[in-house]
């Protein structure tokens, strides 16, 4: 069945609100399992094309999927639902922390805690993204990794310059592997 | 400065940085560091790692750390003008390149390129992770809870939420001071 503008915004706004931690799994959950908008295979080939457009990468799959089935109103419908009231409602947890919670010294500890926590994940993702990734090709994959991670990480290059040299590079180097 | 200067300025800043996400906000967050805390000064790290906090505890998507560093810089119309800097011209291009992709998607350059581009994504992940450790883990007992945090997170499943509780209890009882 095909979802009305409306009804994209509704659906994008409840998975918008329900991903700790993460869109991704939700969206698989909400999209194909729970609302029976697409299946599994269309999810997966909305996915892999919103993962090479810049931004969100689940926003992405809102905009592809409701322009695909309701034109502009629907691409809008999900961008909105999925962005809007969750910015409302960022927007309010973050004014309460900045306009009194931080001037408390637990409040300012439990976020201080949190920022670490979010820090280790940070070094989770990229090791056990890169793992699978060095193991196949560690020739091509561990320099490139260590220079954008070198050159952003420890010089503080701005990164569309290190984008700019690095990316060129790489995609040869894949293109010319296979 | 005054206030429409510097939200114009913002959309300047937010804007091109949207289009530079590849793979997530995390890419970009070694960037919106060295543009507003390094550069710029409009932001301290307490503030930016609290904003990264907040987002990734909070329900909902990361890239809407962006809302809460506008709204730090410049308030309410501040976290606006982030948010959509960002994700508007983002939304643009995909529903238009999405319309292009269809004609040309069974090619078999794709995942080759998508293949390239994945060591610069996790370099770019290990930076922010780097920007956000220094900025946020400055005591031994930081430094530790970073360690352990890391070391379950590569090696379980656990549901991250559980560590994110951990470590708010901990900072809230002043042990990471």
């Known amino acids: 069945m095909t979802p009305t503008p409306r009804e994209l915004f509704v659906g994008f706004l409840v998975l918008s609100l329900k991903s700790i931690g993460g869109a991704l799994p939700w969206a698989r959950r909400e999209l194909v399992d729970r609302r029976r908008w697409m299946t599994n295979t269309e999810f997966v ?3 892999s094309l919103g993962q090479i457009f810049p931004g969100g990468n689940i926003l992405n799959v809102g905009v592809l999927f409701g322009g695909r089935v309701r034109g502009a109103p629907g691409a809008a419908g999900a961008a909105l639902g999925f962005i809007a009231v969750p910015a409302l409602v960022i927007g309010g947890i973050g004014a309460l922390y900045w306009g009194f919670g931080s001037d408390l010294t637990p409040l300012r500890g439990a976020t201080l805690g949190m920022a670490v926590v979010a820090a280790a994940l940070l070094i989770a993702t990229a090791v056990r993204l890169a793992l699978p990734v060095v193991r196949r090709r560690p020739a091509h994959a561990l320099p490139i990794a ?3 991670l070198a050159a952003v990480g420890l010089v503080g290059l701005p990164m569309p310059l290190v984008l700019a040299v690095l990316a060129p590079i790489s995609v040869s180097l894949a293109l010319r592997d296979s | 400065m005054n206030d429409l200067a510097r939200l114009a300025e913002m959309a300047g800043i937010f804007g091109p940085i949207g289009l530079i996400t590849i793979g997530g906000v995390q890419t970009v967050l070694p960037e919106l560091h060295r543009q507003l805390v390094v550069q710029r000064g409009w932001l301290t790290d307490a503030d930016f790692t609290a904003a990264f906090a907040i987002a990734q505890a909070a329900p909902v998507p990361n890239i809407l750390m962006v809302t809460l560093l506008g709204l730090r ?3 309410a119309a501040g976290a606006l003008v982030a948010t959509v800097a960002t994700v508007l011209p983002t939304c643009l291009l995909c529903y238009w390149g999405g319309r ?4 040309a998607r069974d090619t078999s350059w794709r995942p080759r390129v998508e293949a390239g581009l994945a060591p610069v994504t996790i370099g770019l992940i ?7 450790s220094r900025a946020s883990a400055a005591t031994p007992a930081s430094l530790a809870l970073l360690a352990v945090a890391a070391a379950i997170l590569i ?3 656990l549901h991250p939420l559980w560590l994110f509780a951990a470590g708010a209890l901990l900072g809230g009882a002043g042990v990471l001071g």
Do not use: E, P
């Not at chain 2, 292009?100 to 004609?103: A, D, E, G, N, V």
């Not at chain 2, 290990?126 to 956000?132: D, H, K, M, R, T």
């Open chain 1, 45 to 47: 080939d909305l996915l």
């Open chain 1, 146 to 148: 260590l220079g954008a």
């Open chain 2, 73 to 75: 810089i410049a308030g």
């Open chain 2, 100 to 103: 292009l992709w269809h004609s």
């Open chain 2, 126 to 132: 290990g930076a922010a992770a780097l920007v956000v």
């Open chain 2, 155 to 157: 090696r379980t499943r």
